[in-house]
C-alpha cells in the first residue's frame, strides 16, 4: 500500500466515523477477499511488455465500492480522489487512482467470463460455512427493474432485451429479478433476471437450492407445483378476488388467518429487494442488455448478503 497523503491522516484522525466509514471497515473484515481474488485471477492480465495492470485486489475493491454506492464509471473515478475512505479501502494513493476507462474494462471483464455468479457462489459458500444458509425453507418472489422506454437515442430503439408488462392497471417496461431467499435467515440464496414480461412462475424452478421443505410465494407463483418434480410443501398465497367470493363465517376466518401467517413470513422477501433498489441503485436499468445487469444485479444481491453478514456479527 502507498504512503497517506496529509489529507487522508487528517481524515483517519477523526474522533467521530462517518457511516460510509462504519460501512467499509465491516465489509474489509467480512468480505472473503481471497476466496474472491482466487475466482478472478485466472482471467486477469498479467505483467508483461505492456502497461502494467492494477494490482487485481485494488480492483476488486474499487469494483464493489462502485456496486454498493451506485456509482457509474466516471463518479466512481472522481469518488476515489474525493472520498479518503475510498482510497483507503482499495489501497490506492491519489497518485495511483485508476480512469474512468480501466474501471469500465474491470467490469466488462466479470461480464465476459461470467464471474459475478462465481462470486456470488463463493459468498453462498462463506456464509455457508458459517451456518448462515441453505435451511428448509425459501420464499421466491420477482420484482421490476425499470428501463428507459424513451426511443430518442442513437439506435432510435428501445433495448430490445427489455420489455413491456402490465402490474395492476399500470404499464411498466424493464426487466425483471427473480430471487429466492431463506425463509428462515432472509439472505439472498439465488438470483435470475428476465425481460419483464416473463412470468414470475416460469422461474421457480431456478429459484430453489434443492434442499427446501417448504416454499413461500405469492398468487403469482400459482401452479409451481407441477413444474417442480419433488416433494416441497408449497405455501402460494391465495387470490383477493376468490377470497372476496367466499360466505362469511369460520370457514373465511380461518382463510383470513392462514394468509396471514403466510404474508408474515413472505414479508423477508421484500427487504433484499429494497435494498438492492435504494440502497444498491438498482430501482433503474443503468446498461443495456441483460447480461451487463444481470452481472450489477448479482453482485448487488452478494453485497447485500455480506452486509447482513456483518449486521448479524455486530449484533
Do not use: C
Not at 18 to 26: A, N
Not at 53 to 59: S, T, V
Not at 83 to 103: F, H, K, N, Q, W
Amino acid at each position: 500500500m502507498s504512503q497517506i497523503s496529509f489529507a487522508d491522516a487528517e481524515q483517519a484522525g477523526k474522533r467521530r466515523k462517518t457511516r460510509r466509514e462504519v460501512f467499509l471497515g465491516e465489509m474489509e473484515l467480512v468480505v472473503p477477499w481471497k476466496a474472491l481474488l482466487k475466482v478472478i485471477e485466472p482471467h486477469y492480465p498479467v505483467a508483461g511488455r505492456g502497461r502494467r495492470p492494477y494490482p487485481l485486489q485494488a480492483m476488486l475493491r474499487v469494483h464493489l465500492m462502485q456496486n454498493w454506492f451506485a456509482l457509474s464509471d466516471p463518479a466512481m473515478e472522481e469518488a476515489m480522489y474525493e472520498i479518503a475512505s475510498l482510497r483507503s479501502l482499495s489501497g490506492l494513493g491519489l497518485e495511483t487512482i485508476p480512469d474512468e476507462t480501466t474501471i469500465l474494462n474491470f467490469r466488462h471483464l466479470l461480464e465476459a467470463s461470467d464471474l459475478a455468479e462465481d462470486i456470488f457462489k463463493q459468498i453462498n459458500a462463506h456464509l455457508a460455512r458459517k451456518g448462515l444458509l441453505l435451511k428448509r425453507g425459501s420464499i421466491v418472489d420477482a420484482t421490476i427493474i425499470a428501463a428507459p422506454s424513451s426511443t430518442k437515442n442513437e439506435s432510435g430503439e428501445r433495448d430490445p432485451e427489455m420489455h413491456q408488462t402490465k402490474k395492476g392497471n399500470q404499464s411498466h417496461f424493464g426487466m425483471k429479478a427473480h430471487i429466492g431467499v431463506d425463509a428462515d435467515s432472509g439472505l439472498v440464496h439465488t438470483v435470475t433476471t428476465t425481460a419483464a414480461n416473463e412470468g414470475d412462475v416460469d422461474q421457480v424452478g431456478d429459484l430453489l437450492h434443492g434442499k427446501e421443505d417448504m416454499v413461500w410465494a405469492d398468487s403469482g407463483y400459482r401452479g409451481a407445483q407441477s413444474r417442480v418434480k419433488r416433494g416441497v410443501q408449497w405455501h402460494i398465497a391465495g387470490r383477493p378476488s376468490d377470497m372476496a367470493k367466499m360466505p362469511e363465517g369460520r370457514a373465511k376466518a380461518s382463510a383470513r388467518k392462514q394468509e396471514h401467517q403466510k404474508a408474515s413470513i413472505r414479508a423477508k422477501v421484500e427487504h433484499p429487494f429494497q435494498v438492492i433498489k435504494r440502497q444498491f441503485g438498482l430501482a433503474k436499468v443503468r446498461f443495456k442488455g441483460l447480461v451487463k445487469n444481470t452481472a450489477r444485479g448479482t453482485l448487488s444481491a452478494t453485497s447485500l448478503r455480506v452486509q447482513r453478514d456483518t449486521t448479524r456479527t455486530r449484533h
